[in-house]
């Protein structure tokens, strides 16, 4: 059910319960896109895509760690290692939780977003909706996330952000970026579309698990840092910039 099922129980030991915790839910491990950045492509490839949650039993235990502990377990994540809006009874999942008053967060590469139920599902079950997009044109994202389809995304995330302000949902809207050698001229006009279209905020991330080599000269990164900064300018009430540490402030 999480990423790592004794260290949260040790945790809630020591704890007794009292810090805060998000349970991480792994959905499903098909996914629609073959992200060369991904570090779980190869062993999903081996077990084969066919794993997928048991909605029941994750709702049946959920119950009972909101009932163990109803003020510190406030949050459940749907991520990976696959697509989340490949599971079946999406909807069900992220309602049940909503149900049980838990803040509902997931992260897609968005593809299954041009499907209504699935919107409305989002629109009105979670908090947080987050989309890996990665470019700003065709070329780049067919490199960075191995199969063609930028344009789609682009406009599945656009009818989520029109949809959710005709329905006054309150779930946030954003963009991810992982900041690589084939995107790396990209970050700041990224973040101008991004904006452009409408969504809450946009985060950048470094290169992550050693599958993302960058191999940036030195003034290739320098650059990249430079780009960073401007967005982090670019932060608003209305538009949040979420950017590396290592940008120099």
């Not at 060369?36 to 949650?53: A, D, I, N, V, W």
């Amino acid at each position: 059910m999480d990423l790592n099922p004794i260290w949260y129980v040790d945790q809630l030991v020591k704890s007794k319960g009292n810090s805060l915790f998000i349970l991480y839910l792994d959905t499903t491990n098909s996914c629609t896109d073959r992200c060369p950045m991904c570090f779980t492509e190869s062993t999903r490839r081996k077990e084969g895509f066919h794993q997928t949650l048991d909605v029941d039993l994750a709702l049946r235990r959920i119950t009972e760690l909101r009932e163990r502990y109803p003020d510190t377990f406030k949050m459940i994540s749907l991520a990976g290692p696959g697509e989340p809006l490949n599971l079946k009874r999406l909807n069900d999942l992220i309602k049940g939780c909503s149900d049980l008053g838990t803040a509902v967060r997931v992260y897609t590469a968005g593809k299954r977003l041009s499907e209504p139920e699935i919107r409305a599902g989002l629109l009105e079950y979670t908090k947080l909706v987050r989309v890996s997009v990665d470019a700003t044109c065709e070329d780049t994202y067919r490199k960075v996330h191995g199969v063609p389809g930028f344009n789609e995304r682009i406009s599945n995330i656009s009818k989520l952000v029109e949809e959710r302000t005709k329905s006054n949902s309150e779930c946030l809207i954003g963009v991810h970026f992982v900041i690589q050698k084939d995107n790396k001229d990209e970050i700041v006009e990224f973040a101008k579309m991004a904006k452009n279209i409408g969504v809450d905020y946009i985060v950048y991330s470094q290169e992550t698990f050693g599958k993302v080599r960058g191999g940036f000269t030195q003034e290739e990164f320098d650059q990249v840092v430079h780009d960073l900064e401007q967005v982090e300018h670019m932060h608003e009430e209305n538009f949040r910039t979420v950017v590396p540490r290592l940008v120099r402030r």
